[in-house]
């Protein structure tokens, strides 16, 4: 087996991060968390990491095995229990949905940090000045696509195309440089202007779908392309975004 791609992307907050988004995704009520649900689309994700050979953090798995065992409590039967009040029965979400609310709430403030200084940023105390032939760039404004959508749209595009390594193959050295293949998906996207996600993954072999997500990933972060989706579930679109 190729094992040439070995990757590990900072975007990856952690566990929690990724719950969250779940939960926001799914609009699903944090005080509420449907477990057999949000385990099921969590182990997705880690699916879709371990195709991509994506170096996942052990905090991952172990929040893997705590969910699928808060699902096993879940499916247990109640105690019957005449004089104990089900008000007062342990609830096994209880530590894990505290976790979450606390974590949201260190997101949120660090978010508005955020915003505060992208506001202080613009606040100039110079006297105003006639500025001539000054060019200004244009700026690129990505949209709300976070790393967790776009590994969900992989994930969609690996179960519906079932894309599976053949029963027998030779094994030979398979590298394709991302710089090469950044080029490639960039070229493709600018006499299209906008492709859909998966029509940047035509073939089949492990090395390329690794190759080709991270190029996607590359030419976002310099503003080449960025994605858009309308809605939860719809189709992701990559949309060329550089100077003409």
């Given at each position: 087996?190729?094992q040439?791609?070995?990757?590990?992307?900072?975007?990856?907050?952690?566990?929690?991060?990724l719950?969250?988004?779940?939960?926001?995704?799914?609009?699903?009520?944090?005080?509420?968390i449907?477990?057999a649900?949000?385990?099921?689309q969590y182990?997705n994700?880690?699916?879709?990491?371990?195709h991509?050979?994506?170096?996942i953090?052990?905090e991952?798995?172990?929040?893997?095995?705590?969910?699928?065992a808060?699902?096993?409590?879940?499916?247990?039967p109640k105690?019957?229990?005449?004089?104990?009040?089900?008000e007062?029965?342990e609830?096994?979400?209880?530590?894990l949905?505290?976790?979450?609310?606390?974590?949201?709430?260190f997101?949120?403030?660090?978010e508005?940090?955020?915003?505060?200084e992208?506001?202080?940023h613009?606040?100039?105390?110079?006297?105003?000045?006639?500025?001539?032939?000054?060019?200004?760039?244009?700026?690129?404004v990505?949209?709300?696509?976070?790393?967790?959508?776009?590994?969900?749209?992989?994930?969609?595009?690996?179960?519906?195309?079932?894309?599976?390594e053949?029963?027998?193959?030779?094994?030979?050295k398979?590298?394709?440089?991302?710089?090469?293949?950044?080029?490639?998906?960039?070229?493709?996207?600018?006499t299209?202007?906008?492709?859909?996600?998966?029509?940047?993954?035509?073939?089949?072999?492990?090395?390329?779908?690794?190759v080709?997500?991270?190029?996607?990933?590359?030419?976002?972060?310099?503003?080449q392309?960025?994605?858009?989706?309308t809605?939860?579930?719809?189709?992701?679109?990559v949309?060329?975004?550089?100077?003409e």
């Open positions: 087996m190729n040439a791609y070995q990757v590990k992307l900072d975007t990856f907050e952690g566990p929690l991060d719950l969250l988004h779940l939960i926001n995704h799914y609009e699903i009520d944090i005080y509420d449907p477990v649900q949000i385990t099921e182990m994700y880690i699916h879709a990491m371990q991509l050979e994506l170096n953090a052990s991952y798995l172990v929040m893997a095995a705590t969910l699928l808060i699902k096993s409590q879940m499916l247990l105690p019957e229990l005449e004089e104990v009040d089900e007062y029965m609830d096994p979400r209880e530590e949905m505290q976790r979450l609310i606390e974590y949201r709430k997101k949120e403030a660090a508005s940090f955020k915003e505060r992208l506001e202080a613009q606040t100039f105390t110079r006297p105003p000045v006639v500025f001539e032939n000054l060019n200004i760039e244009k700026t690129i990505q949209g709300d696509i976070s790393i967790y959508d776009m590994l969900g749209a992989l994930g969609k595009m690996l179960e519906r195309k079932k894309w599976k053949p029963i027998e193959t030779r094994i030979q398979t590298e394709i440089p991302i710089e090469q293949r950044m080029v490639e998906v960039l070229e493709f996207i600018k299209r202007h906008e492709v859909t996600f998966d029509e940047l993954f035509t073939n089949r072999s492990k090395p390329h779908i690794v080709t997500f991270m190029s996607i990933l590359e030419l976002m972060k310099i503003n392309v960025t994605c858009k989706q809605r939860h579930f719809d189709t992701l679109y949309i060329y975004s550089g100077d």
